[in-house]
């Protein structure tokens, strides 16, 4: 299995600009997460799903940001319109009972 | 909710020396206690986990330590080397309930 794979891992874009960050989880794993990585916040969970189904959206910071997961293989973060203090690393995880997560090589989101 | 605090922030070990790392968490229902290691720019990965019904885990120069009653477990390496050099992370979990709190990361640096 390839693992969790995310894209784009580098994005760069201006302030306002719309950003989608996207997700493929490892297959038959039920569960899919996002998370955003800081130095002053650390792990931050934004939201996740179990069999597709948004389950915990409570750390999604605001409006401006959405998550889909349309079906198994695939997830979406969208950030729109985008600020500077969007930067940060976004990885995703998929976790299938009774194991632990596996991360993504993370999205590396910088917003001038 | 769960809470996780982990301690100490940062770590410098002399290379062959053990380090200790340790979190407490609030929720007495958690039973699933996950570590993981992120090397510098890369993503987190599980190095070892303990559910509630060990006391004590060991893989290699690795363990983990697990106290119920005070709520609060712990990460040992022993015969540190170079390659251990990383930022470490603990997380807490009920079991059946993906989600996993995380504490914020301990740097952990072997010093040659």
């Known amino acids: 299995d390839a693992g969790v794979i995310q894209s784009p891992r580098h994005e760069v874009t201006e302030m306002g600009q719309e950003v989608t960050l996207r997700c493929k989880p490892i297959s038959g794993h039920n569960s899919l997460f996002w998370y955003r990585q800081t130095m002053m916040r650390g792990l931050e969970l934004l939201i996740y799903f179990n069999n597709n189904v948004p389950i915990d959206d409570s750390g999604m910071p605001e409006d401006r940001f959405s998550a889909k997961m349309p079906n198994a293989s695939f997830s979406t973060l969208k950030i729109q319109p985008s600020e500077p203090r969007d930067s940060a690393v976004y990885f995703c995880a998929s976790m299938e009972m009774p194991s632990g997560y596996t991360f993504g090589s993370g999205t590396r989101l910088t917003v001038v | 909710g769960e809470n996780v605090e982990q301690h100490p922030s940062t770590l410098s070990v002399q290379e062959g020396d053990s380090a200790v790392i340790k979190c407490t968490y609030s929720d007495s229902a958690s039973n699933y206690f996950p570590w993981y290691k992120q090397e510098l720019g890369k993503r987190p990965q599980l190095i070892i986990d303990?559910?509630?019904?060990?006391g004590e885990k060991k893989d290699q120069r690795i363990a983990v330590t697990l106290n119920k009653t005070a709520k609060h477990f712990s990460l040992h390496i022993t015969e540190t080397q170079p390659e251990d050099s990383a930022v470490y992370f603990c997380?807490?979990?009920?079991?059946?309930?993906?989600?996993?709190?995380f504490g914020t990361g301990t740097r952990l640096t072997i010093i040659p």
């Open positions: 997380a807490a979990s009920f079991f059946g309930n993906e989600k996993l709190t």
């Open positions: 303990i559910r509630s019904n060990v």
